[in-house]
């Protein structure tokens, strides 16, 4: 039974940073391409980031400078640094995997609040 279970997020100010964290299980995570993806009340999900197998990033642009996906397989774990937040970066945030394709099964999400 495939689970992905994400973490991390909060209430933070403009300019600030967060660590999201994904532990999956019930996928061989090790050959998994993984993502992070994230919604804005209102708006279409959208992928910010990527890894694949072996650990070679992709970002979004509206991402690419501040944040990092980074992955480690013996903890079956997927990561996404956050710097420099602004209130656009307000959204749930999901991770998923591929190995062909993006799944259809979606965690809960973490949500993310940046805001004075």
């Known amino acids: 039974q495939v689970r992905l279970v994400e973490s991390g997020g909060g209430l933070v100010q403009p300019g600030g940073s967060l660590t999201l964290s994904c532990g999956a299980s019930?996928?061989?995570?090790?050959?998994?391409?993984m993502g992070w993806f994230r919604q804005a009340p209102g708006k279409e999900r959208e992928l910010v980031a990527s890894?694949?197998?072996?650990?070679?990033?992709n970002y979004s642009d509206s991402v690419k400078g501040r944040f990092t996906i980074s992955r480690d397989n013996a903890k079956n774990t997927v990561y996404l640094q956050m710097n420099s937040l602004t209130p656009e970066d307000t959204a749930v945030y999901y991770c998923?995997?591929?190995?062909?394709?993006?799944?259809?099964?979606w965690g809960q999400g973490t949500q993310v609040t940046v805001s004075s």
């Open positions: 890894i694949t197998s072996d650990s070679s990033p």
């Open positions: 998923n995997y591929a190995v062909h394709y993006w799944s259809t099964y």
């Open positions: 019930g996928i061989i995570f090790s050959i998994c391409r």
